[in-house]
């Protein structure tokens, strides 16, 4: 086992923001009950308000073969012990953890919150690669501290992404943690643009800033694919809960846009550049990349309006594939 797991550990308490206390290794559940069951769900750092108005449990998970094993351990925990409104999961995933898996991790986020809880993923130390990410988990832990990592863009992530910043007709809106949220709502967009009733919905709309999918060769507005709404519970019957996902629409993008200032294309842009380490390539600098947007844009010319100032594309790591 590796180091930087520890390293970290440490660090979010070090850095741990105004009006926050941190802990690390703590557990969920009684250890009779512990006992019982045969394991011990932990926490790797727990963050909490000081006034005990919100806890959140984070986990690393830096280059596990099966990611997903801790998103058990909570889930079932809250079997015996129903997670408190103010507590928050979240799991933070490296580089190192290949695409399938951590897409698989990311989609148990998702029964996570179909069971009742308030469960989130994003990324760990994006801007490193795989091998990077290898390199630094077999440092010495004083070795680490030499590294430079940057601790507050990870906190700062975690806040990022567990905020809600806004409510809306039984949905809370969040950023998307993780790249799969990404994709999955530019999915969303192209699925639903392709039907008389999406395109009727979102009209016509100048874009500059476009997502682009590598593995799907996709765009879709970058403003459209870097919010989610997670549907509040209570707010639904059990049967219409099971059914919905978090992924944005054109109907609630419809009631949402230009309707209040906390959802805006500039700060869906920072979020994505800053807190998920995609970069930015304008047209004319994208080589054959320009070509491929050609085409998908002539499939929708009639939605999308090209910003006068030229797109300019959000694409994600190398690692990302």
């Given amino acids: 086992m590796g180091n930087l797991a520890t390293y970290l550990q440490h660090a979010f308490l070090e850095h741990c923001p105004a009006g926050w206390k941190g802990s690390y290794e703590v557990p969920l559940l009684a250890p009779e009950l512990e006992k019982t069951l045969g394991y011990a769900p932990r926490a790797d750092v727990l963050l909490e308000r000081i006034d005990g108005s919100r806890r959140l449990w984070i986990e690393f998970e830096i280059s596990r073969a099966d990611p997903v094993a801790n998103h058990a351990k909570f889930a079932t925990a809250n079997l015996f012990l129903p997670q408190p409104k103010a507590d928050t999961f979240l799991s933070m995933v490296s580089p190192h953890v290949v695409r399938g898996r951590r897409n698989l991790a990311s989609n148990a986020v998702g029964v996570m919150r179909q069971i009742g809880m308030d469960a989130f993923q994003t990324l760990l130390l994006p801007t490193n690669s795989a091998n990077e990410i290898k390199y630094l988990n077999h440092l010495k832990l004083e070795e680490l501290g030499s590294q430079q990592l940057s601790i507050s863009s990870e906190i700062d992530r975690a806040f990022a992404v567990t905020e809600t910043i806004l409510t809306r007709t039984g949905?809370?809106?969040?950023?998307?943690?993780?790249?799969?949220?990404?994709?999955?709502?530019?999915?969303?967009?192209?699925?639903?643009?392709a039907t008389e009733e999406g395109r009727a919905t979102w009209g016509r709309r100048t874009v500059t800033y476009f997502v682009y999918d590598p593995v799907s060769s996709l765009f879709a507005p970058s403003k459209f694919c870097a919010y989610i709404a997670i549907p509040e519970r209570n707010a639904l019957d059990a049967q219409t809960y099971l059914q919905t996902r978090s992924e944005m629409t054109i109907t609630f993008y419809a009631t949402l846009d230009q309707t209040d200032h906390r959802f805006d294309g500039q700060r869906a842009?920072?979020?994505?550049?800053?807190?998920?380490?995609?970069?930015?390539?304008?047209?004319?600098?994208?080589?054959?990349?320009?070509?491929?947007?050609?085409?998908?844009?002539?499939?929708?010319?009639?939605?999308?309006?090209?910003?006068?100032?030229?797109?300019?594309?959000l694409m994600p790591p190398a690692w990302f594939v």
């Fill in 171 to 193: 949905r809370r809106i969040h950023f998307v943690g993780d790249f799969l949220e990404v994709v999955l709502n530019l999915r969303r967009w192209n699925q639903e643009i």
């Fill in 269 to 313: 842009r920072k979020h994505l550049t800053q807190h998920l380490a995609m970069t930015a390539q304008a047209f004319y600098d994208a080589g054959e990349l320009r070509h491929s947007f050609e085409n998908w844009l002539a499939e929708h010319g009639e939605a999308i309006t090209v910003h006068p100032q030229g797109a300019v594309f």
